[in-house]
């Protein structure tokens, strides 16, 4: 039958597992469980008040674009990915995930409510930062596709439609714009500063870590399932969104630090966006694009980048074939 369909009535029995994979990160997200709680935040607390105003302010705007984008992920799983697929296996994973997204946003929360932000100022900046909106535009646009009545899940155009939705929320979002955020986040740490701060970081960036290894298996076993998938254009397109999404990120990470602070500037960030968007190419099969080396290396340390690289290595489908053609 495949991953994908779209019968209430399937998928009602767990076994036999089609998918171990699935049912393996259910597992392993399960494990992973934590609450926000855990983390006192008393001396980040005495951390932000000395903080610069710069400083300040690259939290603020942190919290500004996390905050509904963590909701937003839940949008695009619970309208675009949940509905279309068939696996028992996908349904716990996503169940699991969708919690994540509602603990990450409480996580967030918490810090609002611990830090002396303006949560007014913060809630508005997704709409009145111009280079914020349009990455929420981007997002929404490819989510409102899967909830139109005209998308057929069994056509090639409705296939295509939802490897679009999942390009846009878990390699751009989670795994392009999420993690740009976490380096500024944990460069405060890498200064002796916000260090239980860091260690929510930590916790979000494990689960964030699975979350891409989901969508990232999601979206080869649709492209090996579905022989119609497998065309030039089509490759070509979503590479180019992501070349598209990198720019975005600059844009916005010029925003996010007008000045350098921490020894991190917009320059510095970009570069390791560009670094990983080399590596979320490569994990669909493409070739890198930007050819650069990872300026935070300590970021490699902080979260598993490496082990999820490793995890696909072993990972050969025909759409890889297909990607390699396009790029030569
Ligand atoms: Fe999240
Ligand atoms: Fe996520």
Redesign the pocket.
Known sequence: MGILGSGVQDGLLLKPITYPWAMDLYNQAVANTWFPNEIQLGEDLADFKRMTDEEKHAITYLMSYFNPN?LL?NKALAFGVYPYINAPEGHLYLAK?MW??AN?CMSFEYVLETFPIDRDAAYGSHVSVPSMAAKEEFEVRFIKRMTEETLDITTTEGKKDFIRNLVAY?IIL?GIW?YSGFMVALSFRQRNLLRNFGSLMDWIIR??SL??QFGINLILTVLEENEDLQDEEFAEEIRQMILGAVAMEEQYNRDLLPTGILGLNADYVNQYVKYLADRRLEELGFDAHYNVSNPAKWMATANDTLQLVNFFEATNTSYEVNAQATTN
Do not use: A, R, S
Request: proline share 0%; no cysteine; hydrophobic share 25%.
């Open positions: 963590e992920v995930q994540e997204e990450h878990n989670e999420f689960d964030e979350h891409l």
